[in-house]
């Protein structure tokens, strides 16, 4: 009887083992080996939120990690031995930082974490592409394919990992068809929501400021504060339009930007040498 009664208890562990396996690997969220828990594996192909800038036209994605929150103070700490941000608390994203900060933020944090750096920075060298007469750092940044430290997000996966990837629902926000429901945007993000005006008065006496990361609700692929919280950087350029200067594109709207800033498909620009209170970043890392 006793051999019976271990026999049967050996066999539903070995399912519940082998069910908790199967489940992780069809699962979204899986944890690169070498990096730390918190990213979450965004499986690729063309896109299918109906609302973003590159449905319908001819862009895959690959396979990527991305990070499930957006960089804390915390984390830009035990790297950068710093913190700029101008609202303090190490649950809070990071903000203050301009493009060049958090390229160089990746390359610190790929070595402090044994990686290969993904950015060559030169920082000697003036970038002939940077034409933004604003801009007083130009470093000269490329790229090393194929390495597996961390860097920014290109803008296509951006708004493919904002707008749910390959389990999107075509939500306007990223998680949702209510911004109230994952933003941290102007009428939110003081002591009580502000309705029927837009005021900068109003705002700062209102006390509004970043929020802690992950407590707004998540998109389908459980990635968090992707609309709201923080702007934040991505790689690519943004081209002057003759109304705009160039820049690096930021997305994800921001606590002090207007509700349509916080769509998925919005995107904006700003010079990669300028910082604010409402930018910040999210990383990422190759498969």
Same mark, same amino acid.
Not at 115 to 133: S, T
Not at 157 to 168: D, F, K, L, P, V
Not at 258 to 285: E, I, K, P, Q
């Given at each position: 009887?006793?051999?019976?009664?271990?026999?049967?208890?050996?066999?539903?562990?070995?399912?519940?083992?082998?069910?908790?396996?199967?489940?992780?690997?069809?699962?979204?969220?899986?944890?690169?080996?070498?990096?730390?828990?918190?990213?979450?594996?965004?499986?690729?192909?063309?896109?299918?939120?109906?609302?973003?800038?590159?449905?319908?036209?001819?862009?895959?994605?690959?396979?990527?990690?991305?990070?499930?929150?957006?960089?804390?103070?915390?984390?830009?700490?035990?790297?950068?031995?710093?913190?700029?941000? @101008?609202?303090? =608390? /190490?649950?809070?994203?990071?903000?203050?930082? $301009?493009?060049?900060?958090?390229?160089?933020?990746? #390359? *610190?944090?790929?070595?402090?974490?044994?990686?290969?750096?993904?950015?060559?920075?030169?920082?000697?060298?003036?970038?002939?592409?940077?034409?933004?007469?604003?801009?007083?750092?130009?470093?000269?940044?490329?790229?090393?394919?194929?390495?597996?430290?961390?860097?920014?997000?290109?803008?296509?996966?951006?708004?493919?990992?904002?707008?749910?990837?390959?389990?999107?629902?075509?939500?306007?926000?990223?998680?949702?068809?209510?911004?109230?429901?994952?933003?941290?945007?102007? @009428?939110?993000? =003081? /002591?009580?929501?502000?309705?029927?005006?837009? $005021?900068?008065?109003?705002?700062?006496?209102?006390? #509004? *400021?970043?929020?802690?990361?992950?407590?707004?609700?998540?998109?389908?692929?459980?990635?968090?504060?992707?609309?709201?919280?923080?702007?934040?950087?991505?790689?690519?350029?943004?081209?002057?339009?003759?109304?705009?200067?160039?820049?690096?594109?930021?997305?994800?709207?921001?606590?002090?930007?207007?509700?349509?800033?916080?769509?998925?498909?919005?995107?904006?620009?700003?010079?990669?040498?300028?910082?604010?209170?409402?930018?910040?970043?999210?990383?990422?890392?190759?498969?």
């Amino acid at each position: 009887m006793r051999k019976r009664i271990w026999l049967y208890t050996v066999i539903v562990l070995i399912v519940v083992i082998v069910g908790i396996m199967l489940y992780r690997t069809k699962g979204f969220e899986l944890r690169p080996p070498t990096a730390k828990p918190d990213f979450v594996l965004v499986k690729g192909g063309t896109f299918r939120n109906k609302k973003s800038n590159y449905y319908g036209k001819s862009v895959t994605i690959s396979n990527f990690y991305i990070g499930k929150y957006e960089v804390t103070q915390k984390e830009w700490i035990e790297v950068m031995d710093s913190n700029p941000s @101008k609202f303090k =608390g /190490d649950n809070l994203p990071v903000e203050m930082v $301009s493009w060049y900060d958090c390229v160089e933020y990746c #390359n *610190k944090r790929s070595i402090k974490e044994g990686l290969k750096p993904y950015y060559n920075i030169d920082k000697n060298k003036k970038d002939p592409n940077n034409e933004n007469d604003n801009d007083d750092i130009k470093w000269t940044v490329t790229i090393n394919a194929g390495a597996n430290g961390y860097r920014l997000p290109m803008e296509a996966e951006w708004e493919y990992a904002a707008g749910g990837g390959q389990r999107s629902k075509s939500y306007t926000y990223s998680g949702s068809n209510n911004v109230d429901q994952v933003a941290w945007y102007w @009428k939110n993000s =003081g /002591d009580k929501d502000l309705t029927g005006f837009w $005021s900068y008065p109003m705002i700062e006496k209102n006390n #509004n *400021k970043t929020k802690p990361i992950g407590v707004k609700k998540p998109n389908e692929l459980r990635l968090y504060d992707m609309s709201g919280n923080v702007r934040e950087w991505c790689w690519d350029w943004h081209e002057s339009n003759g109304l705009d200067l160039q820049g690096r594109v930021w997305r994800g709207g921001g606590w002090l930007g207007a509700d349509y800033c916080c769509a998925s498909s919005f995107r904006g620009s700003w010079g990669a040498n300028n910082r604010g209170n409402d930018t910040g970043l999210r990383v990422c890392r190759g498969k």
